[in-house]
């Protein structure tokens, strides 16, 4: 009884074929922000360029986010292998300064959205961690709960 391997241990498949299909959250670890009352939330791409096809809920900013999981009816049956994230920061409009250039006499900038960073991320490149709450971790990283366990990048991992 003893003798038998544990159940827990991760092992890639081999094919290594992990999907976004597998994807079940996706929680940002030490994210750094220049304002500390605004929340965080990410958006989902299939290329740099495109526009997205999921968008998380905001979460208030603190050193560990945890989104919802995510709901996707696109997801299910996707086979892609790689997705973009972009993490943005969200202000209240009253507390977004606005842009020199988007200074318009009369009308007020109420876009408070800011592009905190972007990941390209190829599922298979991820490698697992024990635990969610990994404690040597860069800033910025953010760790994905997929089928099988958490993984994450390996340059983030100090």
Known sequence: MFDRPRCRDWSPLSTQQLRLRSLIQISGHNIVTDHPKCSVYFTLHTTTMSAPFYT????????????????????VKSSLRCVCVRVWQHRPPEESPPAAADLVE????????????LWGV??????PLTRRSEKRLKANTLVFQMHGGFFTSAENIL
């Not at 998380?56 to 997801?75: A, G, K, L, R, V």
């Not at 009369?106 to 960073?117: A, I």
């Not at 190829?122 to 490698?127: E, H, R, T």
């Open 56 to 75: 998380s809920e905001p979460q208030d900013i603190h050193s560990n986010i945890i989104w919802p999981e995510i709901n996707c009816p696109t997801m």
């Open 106 to 117: 009369g009308e007020e900038h109420t876009e408070g959205d800011t592009q905190l960073f």
């Open 122 to 127: 190829y599922f298979s490149g991820l490698v």
